[in-house]
């Protein structure tokens, strides 16, 4: 998996995010869902980064806020 920083452009329904990453492309996303890790809001507008899957560069899972 590779990671890339995007922008959130859209919360859509069951807790999936549409990413703009570099390129001007669009990824649908999911935030990383571990027990250890706080519940964390994100909103149009914040700095992600996410991993890519490797066989669908379409989807992919947000990994933390970017800074």
């Given at each position: 998996?590779r990671?890339?920083?995007?922008t959130v452009r859209?919360?859509l329904?069951r807790?999936?995010?549409?990413v703009?990453?570099e390129g001007g492309?669009e990824?649908?996303a999911?935030p ?5 890790r ?9 700095r992600?980064?996410?991993e ?6 379409r989807r992919?899972?947000i990994?933390?806020?970017?800074t």
């Amino acid at each position: 998996m590779r990671q890339v920083a995007g922008t959130v452009r859209a919360v859509l329904p069951r807790a999936l995010y549409r990413v703009e990453v570099e390129g001007g492309r669009e990824v649908t996303a999911h935030p990383v869902a571990t027990p250890r890790r706080n519940f964390v809001r994100l909103v149009v507008g914040d700095r992600v980064i996410i991993e890519l899957t490797a066989n669908d560069g379409r989807r992919g899972r947000i990994v933390r806020k970017a800074t």
